[in-house]
Structures are given as C-alpha cells and as structure tokens.
C-alpha cells in the first residue's frame, strides 16, 4: 500500500507478518503476488437499461426496465447513483445527468438468453454457445416420472408459475398430500417448492441434487433450485433457505484466471452457487440484499486485496417478477444509500467499483418474467474521466482482471480501466 491507509479501512499487517505464499480458502496461492488492489462488482438483479436489438424475439419488444419504472413511480430518487451518472447512461424520470459522471454506458450480450445464469456468466466471460434448454408446457413425462422415483413423492403443478403464486395455488395440497411443487418459467430452471414441515430442508436439497443429475444431457437446464416454505395457508412465506444446483460454466472465465493470478475471489449472494463453484474461492450468504449489503461492507473494510463479485437479489425475486414499482423503487434507494455509505471508504487509485445487471424485468410488459435487455454500466476507478463505454457484459471480467493483474486473457471481453 506505499504506507496509505484509506479512511474506515483496516490496516495491512506488515510485510513481514503476513503468510507466504499467501492462502485463501484452504488454497494455496502463488507467492509472487500479493494483492494489493481490489474491484467489487456489484449486480442489482434484473436492473434492465433498454431493449436489445433481438428483443422483440424474446416477446420484449420495447422493454425498459428502469426507463419505464422511473415512470411509473414518478421519478426515481437516487442521488449517489444518479452523482455517479445513472442518468448520463439513458433519460430517466428524476435522474438528471451529473458533472461528477464516472464511466458510463450500457452492456449488450454476446450470447442467447435473458436470465440470471446467462448474465452472471457474460458478465465473467463466458458465453452460453447456444440457449439453455426451457419447458414453456412442463416437463415432459419421463422427467416427472424420474422425480417421483428419486423422491418417492407426487408431483404437483409441472408448468411455467410465478414462485409466489405457485405457493399460494398448490401449498394447501402440498401439506394435505406430501407431493412436491415443481414448476418452471420462462428461464432455463426447474424449481421444487416444498413446506419446512412436510419436508425438511436436507430432504428438499436432497431432491434437489438428484434432480440436478436427472436434468442433464439433453434435458440440461441452466439452474435446478430449492423453493423451501413455511407458514399457514392464506399466509405461506419464502424462507431464506433458497439453494441453486447450476450447470458448470462450459468454458473458462476471467473468476480462474484471477485465481490463477493469485488474486482472491469472494462471491455475495446466488454467484457462487451460479457459477457451481468453479473459480470463488469463499462465498458469502447473502439471501436478501441487507445480507448481501452487509457482507460487501465488510468485505470493503477487512478484505486486503481481492475480487468481489455481489448479487443483489430483491429487485428481481421479490419485486421485480411481481411488478412491484414501488417495492422496487424502496429496494434501490436502500442500495443507493448504502453505496453512498460504501464511497468515502473505497479508494480510486486501488478500488476498482462496477455497478451493473444481469438482464431486465420490465414490469410493463406482459407477464412476469425476465426481459431481454442491456444492463447498465457504472465504472468508478482512477482515471475514469467521465467517458461513456458502451460495450458487452465481458467487458466487466475483463476489467476486473485488468485493473487487479494487470494483464488480459484470451477470452470474450475488453477492458474500460
């Protein structure tokens, strides 16, 4: 660190005080670097920035995520977001462009899809080659029958439903019978829903995972995940017990060449289960976005040096698949507010901070699911000069390696530092 200490952050150790080579997780690290610099990347779930030019192919036509929720809430009030130029990327309702802009511009995808395993694997370099596999009309029958012999339970619903709606239809039966909710969307998932008290969660993970294995081959899809429940009927409520069984990422992303380099990734939230685990050394709960908050605050005041990669999950799970405008617009202040708290403590010249998405909700158009879309792109870092980058997701993995390393990688993906 040249003997400089940020405002909030701990202290390094002296030189001579710390561990060689370096360990993180248990793993073994490359003793010729230390890391020094640090980047946080940092997703706001489903915070789509304006249709793509193939979205009218996904039944998206003219979708806008925070365009049209801007709108409809009469303005958005963000003040840290829109200091740091949300409003230079695209006109939004309330949030006018800002003098004090940080790199800015929007991300498109290289690859097919719009949902939550597609996005985070652009956003790290890898490309989907082609679309994961969805079930608009249920799974077919061989795949409930080998759900029922791995379960040794019945099947309820087995079509594309809101995960909310999908507990208040089919959770009165659920308790009355012991048969397990499954059911899909528009993405590439296949999702159990089951009460804590008819089946206990290590059961319900259980299912899962030989789920996981049935939904492979040619019936492989993106993400099988665990929907534990509880409460009475009329009231039946999400426990923070979610758990997702992804698909391994089908080619090598910009996570392992930092491993590679020596540099520590740390994932907040879904990514480490999305990513299966290839290339995060620790992953941190981060359940709801308090959590999730909370945790890159931390990691912000003790982590030394390192990558951070941050899902926030709300915006997409509990408000965005609802249309809830207002609720999304009190998710995002709360965001906004801890980012404000975040600056002072993260410096320039060492601290790299990306704020971006993974793909859009729209709540204005038909339906519930996810919308194809670019994301928005917000880059603040030493050097920045409030220049616009339009460019794709890759560019984000790109960076990070960049400006931790100092060096590039044979993978999709550009630098902006």
């Given at each position: 660190r040249r003997g400089r200490r940020t405002p909030g952050r701990r202290a390094p150790p002296p030189r001579d005080a710390r561990p060689a080579p370096w360990r993180v997780a248990g793993r073994r690290l490359p003793a010729r670097i230390a890391p020094v610099k640090r980047a946080f990347v940092i997703v706001i779930d489903a915070c789509g920035a304006g249709e793509l030019p193939d979205s009218a192919d996904y039944g998206d036509a003219g979708a806008n995520t925070l365009g049209h929720i801007a709108e409809a809430a009469g303005g958005l009030d963000l003040p840290n977001l829109q200091r740091l130029g949300l409003g230079d990327i695209m006109p939004l309702v309330g949030v006018p462009p800002s003098p004090e802009r940080v790199l800015h511009g929007r991300l498109a995808p290289m690859g097919p899809g719009k949902d939550t395993i597609t996005g985070h694997w652009e956003l790290m370099g890898v490309i989907t080659p082609v679309p994961l596999r969805t079930y608009p009309d249920g799974f077919p029958p061989e795949i409930i029958d080998q759900l029922r012999d791995a379960s040794g339970r019945g099947i309820l619903c087995n079509r594309p439903y809101s995960g909310t709606a999908v507990i208040e239809d089919f959770g009165e039966q659920h308790l009355a019978t012991g048969d397990l909710i499954v059911y899909t969307s528009a993405d590439s998932v296949l999702q159990i829903a089951a009460h804590v008290d008819e089946v206990p969660p290590a059961e319900l993970y259980a299912i899962c995972a030989a789920a996981r294995e049935i939904m492979s081959g040619e019936h492989a899809v993106g993400r099988v995940i665990a929907r534990p429940f509880r409460g009475e009927p009329g009231a039946f409520v999400r426990t923070e017990g979610r758990r997702d069984y992804a698909l391994p990422p089908p080619s090598r992303s910009y996570m392992q060449?930092?491993?590679?380099?020596?540099?520590?990734?740390?994932?907040v939230g879904k990514i480490g289960p999305v990513f299966d685990g290839v290339g995060v050394d620790v992953s941190h709960k981060g359940p709801t976005n308090a959590t999730a908050l909370a945790e890159t605050a931390k990691l912000i005041d003790e982590l030394d040096?390192?990558?951070?990669?941050?899902?926030?999950?709300?915006?997409?799970?509990?408000?965005?698949?609802?249309?809830?405008?207002?609720?999304?617009?009190?998710?995002?202040?709360?965001?906004?507010?801890?980012?404000?708290?975040?600056?002072?403590?993260?410096?320039?010249?060492?601290?790299?901070l990306v704020i971006t998405a993974d793909h859009g909700c729209d709540p204005t158009t038909p339906g519930?699911?996810?919308?194809?879309?670019?994301?928005?792109?917000?880059?603040?870092?030493?050097?920045?000069?409030?220049?616009?980058?339009?460019?794709?997701?890759?560019?984000?993995?790109?960076?990070?390696l960049k400006w931790l390393t100092g060096a590039t990688a044979p993978l999709p993906g550009t630098p902006f530092v």
């Open positions: 060449e930092m491993q590679a380099a020596g540099v520590p990734v740390h994932t040096g390192g990558f951070v990669f941050t899902n926030l999950v709300e915006t997409d799970q509990v408000y965005g698949h609802r249309g809830d405008v207002p609720g999304w617009h009190e998710a995002v202040k709360a965001i906004d507010a801890e980012i404000g708290r975040w600056l002072p403590r993260l410096d320039p010249a060492q601290d790299l519930t699911d996810h919308t194809r879309e670019h994301v928005p792109l917000l880059a603040r870092f030493e050097g920045h000069g409030g220049r616009r980058h339009d460019g794709h997701f890759a560019d984000v993995g790109a960076s990070a």
